[in-house]
């Protein structure tokens, strides 16, 4: 078992930033790849930005590209996303989940955190 813990949401307004942190606890983080997913009210879970175990390869949603960037601290058990340029259609609940490789895929990913809330004001 993975336990994942996401912080960081909040309130911002439209250009501004956020950094979102996930914090595993459990099984060894170092054994996974992560990912970041949203969900905006009435939508599917989708797709944002995922990292290799040694944090040397990543993948991001053609949306996100070039605003947002992920990173990990296998030391410290954590994952972040930093978040620039931020647009009210960013507005969603952001999970942070596990998978054995670097995956685009949801079905992909076996333990998920519980979400934290970004909303970005226009």
């Known amino acids: 078992q993975v336990q994942l813990v996401e912080s960081g949401g909040g309130l911002v307004q439209a250009g501004g930033s956020l950094r979102l942190s996930c914090t595993a606890s459990?099984?060894?983080?170092?054994?996974?790849?992560m990912g970041w997913f949203r969900q905006a009210p009435g939508k599917e879970r989708e797709f944002v930005t995922a990292?290799?175990?040694?944090?040397?390869?990543?993948r991001y949603a053609d949306s996100v590209k070039g605003r947002f960037t992920i990173s990990r601290d296998n030391a410290k058990n954590m994952m972040y996303l930093e978040m620039n340029s931020l647009k009210p259609e960013d507005t969603a609940v952001y999970y942070c989940?596990?998978?054995?490789?670097?995956?685009?895929?949801?079905?992909?990913?076996?333990?998920w955190g519980q979400g934290t809330q970004v909303t970005v004001s226009s």
């Open positions: 989940a596990t998978s054995r490789n670097l995956a685009v895929i949801i079905t992909l990913y076996e333990y």
């Open positions: 459990g099984r060894i983080f170092s054994n996974y790849a």
């Open positions: 990292i290799t175990v040694s944090g040397g390869f990543t």
